[in-house]
């Protein structure tokens, strides 16, 4: 059994293959950045700027995964909401994670 969170049922809504693929392309490198990011702190020598740096780019990166993602929930989902009769709960739902954007 994994312990990957789970999401809730959405009625057969799941992320498309392409963004899965791209979002685990893209997260596989932000956790090389971070796995460096370990290595440059195991170093007595490093400078505090040079830190602050990687992790801005591994910000940006988990940023980077986070728009391909949503760009499938965009293009799958939510424009095929009001068919679907489901618009109400695709705009709350993007409006509680958006908050944390």
Known sequence: MSDAPRGH???GLHLAG???DEARRRLLSVKGHVEGLLRMLDDPSVYCVDVLKQIKAVKGALAV???VVLKSHLREHVVTAQARGDASRMVEELMD????R
Do not use: I, Q, S, T
């Open 9 to 11: 049922d959405h009625g």
């Open 97 to 100: 994670v958006l908050k944390y």
């Open 18 to 20: 392409w963004a899965r």
């Open 65 to 67: 995964a986070g728009d």
